[in-house]
């Protein structure tokens, strides 16, 4: 599944979801895509910040847990939680706790989607 996040706030869904329903009308198939579309850039940019930009590059290919992904990231790992917890509130990466034998339970994250397109307009 595609995701895009955008910012132009009611507008832009109002803009995309008359589009869909074009095509349903005229009987194309829509293929699955998830939209987050911000009220406006400087909000996106809040919540998209470099560093947690990088987060989604690096679970791209393959799902990590936060002490993996500090340790790769060369960060800390209570800063790269915070940084999972503002991306899981905005839909962009999800989140699920995962037995790890003999040292309880480690919270593995993987993105929402496949491929994650930014558009931001000023």
Excluded: C, W, Y
Excluded at 48 to 57: D, F, G, S, Y
Excluded at 85 to 111: D, M, Q, S, W, Y
Aim: aromatic share 4%.
């Amino acid at each position: 599944m595609k995701m895009t996040i955008g910012a132009g706030g009611f507008e832009e869904f109002k803009k995309r979801s008359l589009a869909r329903a074009e095509k349903l009308d005229r009987g194309e198939k829509i293929a699955p895509e998830a939209f987050i579309t911000f009220a406006d850039p400087l909000h996106m940019l809040e919540v998209l910040t470099v560093k947690r930009l990088e987060i989604i590059r690096e679970i791209k290919g393959e799902s990590h847990s936060i002490t993996s992904l500090a340790a790769r990231l060369n960060r800390d790992a209570k800063s790269v939680r915070r940084d999972v917890l503002k991306l899981e509130h905005a839909g962009v990466v999800r989140t699920f706790e995962k037995v790890n034998p003999g040292h309880g339970k480690v919270r593995i994250i993987r993105p929402t989607a496949r491929k994650i397109q930014l558009h931001a307009a000023l």
